[in-house]
């Protein structure tokens, strides 16, 4: 079984960046999946990137440009480079995987973007 353990949120200003990682307990190098979603205060959850096992990669509408997904060459962290943040960023953000075609989700993260 693997755990995921999301990092790396915290308190921003506008238009900073910041780089969240995603660490897995297990090397992940049969990986279908990986993705990052975020959840706002009373909005529902949403799908912020994907990597799948192809190589490609594919970020929502609302941070292309901004944000960026990756997965590092050990195969068990994946990343979320987030830059020219926005108040609107704010959110938990949970990172997602497939392996071995079982779903496993992170605790999630804190991230706010202040005014």
């Known amino acids: 079984q693997v755990q995921l353990m999301e990092s790396g949120g915290g308190l921003v200003q506008f238009g900073g960046s910041l780089r969240l990682s995603c660490a897995a307990s297990?090397?992940?190098?049969?990986?279908?999946?990986v993705a990052w979603y975020r959840q706002a205060p009373a909005k529902e959850r949403e799908l912020v990137a994907t990597w799948t096992h192809t190589g490609s990669t594919n970020v929502a509408d609302s941070v292309k440009g901004r944000f960026t997904i990756s997965r590092d060459n050990a195969e068990r962290t994946v990343y979320l480079q987030m830059n020219s943040l926005k108040p609107e960023d704010t959110a938990v953000y949970y990172c997602?995987?497939?392996?071995?075609?079982?779903?496993?989700w992170g605790q999630g993260t804190q991230v706010t973007v202040s005014s």
């Open positions: 997602y995987a497939k392996i071995g075609f079982k779903d496993y």
């Open positions: 297990k090397s992940i190098y049969n990986t279908y999946t």
